[in-house]
């Protein structure tokens, strides 16, 4: 689903934020990023996005080469990544139901596929009976929730989350990251960037581990705690 | 992988419809523009007394060359009617009899030079000066009565150009029973200029006002595309195209355009009504009806036309310079 082949990225100034990184996750498989603020896990998930391009070396997602993809086919190669964020991203202004609706707004979706796919991605995540509500009155982990409503709603092949539980009490980041197992579960692939290693080591997943920049190890979470 | 892709959906069950079909797309689509078109306008009307504002901006820069075009159609109306008063007076000389003018003005009236003409006796025109110049005590203390016969010609269709003119009066007064001929021509002519500089001045103010305008939006729309910043980052994140962003700011642009349209079409309405009073006066006073036309359909329809225009190509210029810059880091 996602392939790295020897893949730098170097910003302006000569900053190596990644170098010579190359690994594979399957279809339905879900990862960990791991590593040190600095590391390069924001820029590893920007590289997937398309937020970044690699200065060297190559991404493949979904069998797409992304150099490949021209600026003004961004939009229809996001549209089957859902991506959640560490400050969740939502529209204060928009309803519940509007923030987790907009992905399919913008695909085209009609009224009611609309009404009964949010209602579907809400209960998912437990907020079902929320919708009318505006994200400034949830707390921290509802919103959290809400942005994972809103990147899965339109059902994408991969989920890419940054640091989706910085902001959160153990048991709420606990709470989410069992969600994101679930999506897993039914064939969604899960990356997630996390420095949370804790809750990673609990979870026994396989880990991509960076430290500045390089591929310092990749395996399970089992290795990992040994 | 596509076929994985797909396999795996399958596998997902009958409770994936998978993407919208194409009927549904372009149903979608302008239920989608409908909707873009309703949602902006509501949001201009979130606060409304700003976008009236802007819209009063708008609408005064329409207005002034809108307003001045007007006058400028009624002012060549008028002059229209001028044109009809290229006129001839001949003047006869005292010892004419009204029996020899009468003649005179018969014989006149075949040459084929000319088109109208029209007898006023001397006994007429002290009448009418009577009633109304204001000075019938003074005449009244005359003896005699001082005028003569005036024949009154106006030139056949032809020959009203100044050259033809000059040759009919001065065979007009070369005859006998002629004192005097005046030609007026010239000062028309002198107005038609006038009306020509005036109205290339109109246009040139059109120009600079309808600049003013496209910046006026321009800069709204500017604005209004950094408030919503995050919103654009946010739509940019999860697959929305330079399109979809575009569409509601050049919704605004064309709310903008046409709300300002209607405040110019308000203004000029407003400016002829107050000024058609005292030209009704003014025309009074020259014996000449004339009185101030409204805007007409096809005026109203251009002024609407050139503000949602306008509206829509400042939200263009501002939306393809800054929605680019916006890009989600």
């Known amino acids: ?226 | 992988m596509v076929n994985e892709a797909t396999s795996r959906r399958n596998r997902e069950g009958a409770s994936s419809t998978g993407r919208p079909g194409l009927l549904t797309l372009i149903n979608s689509y302008f239920v989608r523009h409908a909707q873009t078109l309703f949602y902006s306008l509501g949001q201009l009307l979130r606060a409304p007394f700003s976008m009236l504002m802007t819209a009063a901006v708008i609408g005064i820069a329409l207005a002034l060359p809108a307003g001045m075009h007007q006058l400028l159609q009624n002012a060549q109306l008028l002059s229209g009617k001028l044109d009809d008063a290229t006129q001839i007076s001949l003047f006869l000389k005292k010892a004419v009899t009204e029996q020899q003018a009468r003649e005179l003005t018969h014989k006149l009236g075949n040459m084929p030079e000319i088109g109208r003409v029209r007898l006023i006796t001397r006994e007429q025109a002290l009448e009418e000066f009577k009633q109304n110049a204001g000075f019938g005590d003074a005449l009244r203390a005359l003896d005699e009565n001082p005028l003569p016969h005036v024949i009154v010609i106006n030139p056949a269709l032809q020959h009203t150009d100044a050259a033809a003119g000059r040759k009919l009066l001065e065979r007009l007064q070369g005859m006998i029973q002629v004192d005097a001929a005046q030609l007026d021509v010239e000062w028309i002519k002198r107005l038609y200029a006038i009306l020509e500089i005036i109205k290339r001045g109109v246009w040139i103010l059109a120009a600079l006002l309808g600049m003013a305008v496209l910046l006026v939006v321009g800069n709204t729309i500017r604005l209004a595309i950094q408030n919503r910043r995050d919103e654009i980052v946010v739509i940019k994140l999860i697959g929305g195209t330079d399109a979809f962003i575009r569409r509601p700011f050049l919704y605004t642009g064309f709310w903008y355009g046409l709300f300002g349209a209607l405040i110019a079409f308000t203004l000029v309405n407003i400016a002829l009504y107050l000024l058609s009073d005292p030209v009704r006066q003014l025309g009074e006073l020259y014996h000449n009806p004339v009185s101030l036309t409204r805007m007409n359909l096809e005026t109203s329809a251009y002024l609407l036309g050139a503000g949602i225009l306008l509206g829509l190509g400042g939200s263009w210029l501002a939306v393809g310079r800054h929605l680019r810059d916006i890009e989600p880091r």
Do not use: C, W
Request: hydrophobic residues 40%; aromatic residues 6%.
């Open chain 1, 1 to 226: 689903m996602i392939r790295f082949t020897q893949t730098s990225k170097r910003y302006e100034g000569g900053y190596d934020a990644l170098s010579n990184i190359s690994f594979h996750i399957e279809p339905g498989e879900m990862a960990f990023v791991t590593g040190h603020s600095g590391a390069g896990k924001s820029t590893l998930l920007k590289l997937i996005a398309l937020l970044e391009r690699p200065t060297r070396g190559q991404v493949l997602v979904n069998g797409q080469n992304l150099s490949r993809i021209k600026r003004r086919q961004i939009p229809y190669f996001r549209r089957n990544i859902g991506i959640i964020f560490q400050d969740h991203q939502l529209l204060f202004d928009r309803t519940v139901f509007d923030n987790v609706a907009l992905p399919l707004i913008i695909a085209g979706y009609t009224r009611a596929e609309i009404g009964r796919r949010v209602r579907a991605a809400l209960d998912k995540v437990g907020l079902l009976g929320k919708e009318k509500k505006y994200p400034i009155t949830l707390s921290g982990g509802e919103q959290q929730r809400v942005g994972i409503a809103r990147a899965v709603v339109h059902k994408p092949l991969l989920l890419l989350a940054d640091e989706p539980t910085g902001n959160l009490d153990p048991d709420l980041s606990r709470e989410i990251m069992h969600i994101f197992r679930e999506f897993s579960q039914v064939g969604v692939t899960v990356l997630v960037a996390s420095h949370d290693l804790e809750l990673i080591r609990e979870m026994q997943t396989r880990q991509i581990i960076l430290h500045q920049g390089q591929l310092a190890d990749d395996g399970s979470g089992v290795e990992y705690g040994q």
